[in-house]
């Protein structure tokens, strides 16, 4: 029976998601799981250069996968024909994949299922799976979208998010390392989140934010690093839209990041399983051990920027 009368609660928000016609779960490894279980896919091919929460959710659920090698400018290495229930996982790192090149993937391999989990504003192509994560891009607990023609049919629970809000509340009012424990607490808790749909919580909070600005601002950040990092970096780079991060390769990473955390300038170590589980001259282990995901999102300003800039100029 509905409750009348007493407290308020969070406010509904304005419906404005970015993908209202996809279908709305709770985590990316999940957002894969659905599109396994709807196409009967029975065995998945999956890059080397990847977190360590796909394979574990795979063989959780018992599924048969290979790994694959990619090469310099992020593409699969892969020459195998894939069987009617078999398929590809193809990561679309930092966003460079164009959507031209994920159409080429579709016709040389056919059974594709892409991972725009750095990639949340580049659109899904029709008649490609796609799968994409909400918190890697807002300030929200968890989420994901899933584009693709097959239906799963279970039935599946409304997950539920109060509880992973402690460190998005306390970010907010408080500073980052104040609840970076919570942070990791939290992270821990999605390698045994069964497959659920978005929570209200989350979809309310999705709702809320102004797209278009917040890819307004990735791009200027994106570009700004760009002019002034690109000639230093490695990586040959495209600007894709609405930018995850800015992947600034460098042989001296270990001695920056040290540095940039010490004047308060956090830069994450992406998938630090590979180091353990790559041989250091392979190219998965140098892209870890070297890539620095500079962050250019939407609450930074160039002023930000600059100052990012300035500080691993100093540090060459």
Excluded at 200 to 212: F, Q, S
Excluded at 278 to 290: G, L, Q, R, T
Aim: aromatic share 14%.
């Amino acid at each position: 029976m509905k409750e009348i009368g007493g407290y308020f609660g969070l406010e509904q928000f304005v419906d404005n998601e970015y993908y209202k016609d996809l279908i709305r779960l709770n985590t990316g490894r999940n957002a894969l799981l659905y599109i396994l279980k709807a196409k009967n896919i029975q065995k998945i091919y999956i890059p080397y250069y990847l977190c360590d929460s796909i394979s574990n959710m795979l063989k959780m659920h018992d599924y048969n996968y290979e790994y694959y090698h990619i090469d310099a400018e992020f593409n699969p290495i892969f020459n195998k024909s894939l069987g009617l229930n078999e398929s590809i996982f193809i990561v679309n790192y930092y966003g460079q994949l164009t959507i031209e090149k994920i159409k080429n993937f579709k016709s040389l391999y056919k059974n594709v299922i892409v991972d725009n989990t750095h990639a949340f504003f580049q659109k899904p192509v029709e008649e490609i799976d796609t799968i994409y994560s909400c918190r890697k891009f807002f300030g929200v607990p968890d989420g994901a979208y899933v584009s693709t023609d097959s239906i799963l049919h279970e039935e599946l629970k409304i997950d539920i998010s109060k509880g992973r809000m402690d460190h998005i509340l306390g970010r907010y009012e408080g500073i980052a390392s104040e609840y970076y424990s919570d942070f990791k607490k939290n992270d821990e808790m999605f390698k045994t989140i069964p497959l659920k749909y978005m929570s209200k919580l989350t979809r309310n909070l999705l709702g809320a934010i102004d797209y278009e600005k917040v890819k307004s601002i990735r791009d200027k950040n994106f570009a700004y690093l760009d002019d002034r990092l690109g000639e230093i970096n490695r990586l040959n780079l495209i600007k894709p839209e609405g930018s995850f991060a800015y992947p600034f390769y460098s042989e001296s990473s270990v001695e920056l990041r040290k540095r940039l955390i010490e004047k308060k300038i956090y830069i994450p170590t992406l998938w630090p399983n590979v180091l353990e589980d790559m041989p250091k001259d392979s190219n998965e282990y140098d892209y870890v051990a070297n890539i620095l995901p500079l962050p250019c999102d939407q609450r930074y300003e160039v002023e930000d920027m600059r100052r990012v800039i300035k500080n691993i100029k100093v540090l060459l």
